[in-house]
């Protein structure tokens, strides 16, 4: 029976579940970005990212913690050196669910899951936005909006010519 367990039993037994979940794990450390469903993406999530969480601080403890969870050493190495580098200043969310639709056979909801540092494409959108926002006061912005309006018929006369 449920009673009021709150997370996703992905139709699996505790052992099943675990293993799935570390293996998982492992494939997104090495890889940073996988695809699956969207139910085992956010059971993944809740798991993956307080291990991601230890690898901020590299100390023996943290180590012998993750590699309890995960049972694989490159997977640890990995975590450890290169992804807590790149998540140093993240306090949280270092993983990004993007939905892709749903599978053909069963039609499962589908998506990726990727550590959200990795993402070369969405960190150049980041910074293009930052770079158009800029804050003016009142007058400042009136006068703003009036120098274009002057200097854009003097553009257009070359061009009749």
């Not at 307080?50 to 023996?60: F, M, V």
């Not at 694989?72 to 190495?77: L, R, S």
């Not at 975590?79 to 039609?107: C, H, M, P, S, W």
């Amino acid at each position: 029976m449920r009673h009021n367990k709150s997370f996703n039993h992905l139709g699996r037994k505790k052992a099943h579940r675990d293993a799935l979940l570390s293996n998982m794990t492992i494939s997104l450390i090495m890889h940073k970005r996988i695809f699956t469903t969207l139910a085992k993406a956010k059971a993944l999530r809740v798991y993956a990212e307080p291990l991601i969480n230890r690898a901020k601080e590299d100390n023996t403890h943290n180590r012998r913690v993750v590699f309890s969870y995960l049972q694989n050493k490159y997977a640890v190495t990995e975590l450890f050196r290169e992804v807590a580098q790149k998540i140093a200043e993240r306090n949280g969310g270092y993983t990004r669910i993007i939905k892709t639709g749903n599978r053909l056979g069963d039609n499962a909801k589908t998506c990726f899951i990727e550590l959200v540092d990795y993402n070369e494409n969405m960190m150049k959108e980041k910074a293009a936005k930052k770079a158009t926002r800029t804050r003016r006061s009142r007058k400042s912005a009136g006068e703003a909006t009036a120098a274009p309006v002057a200097e854009a018929p003097a553009a257009e006369e070359p061009k009749a010519e």
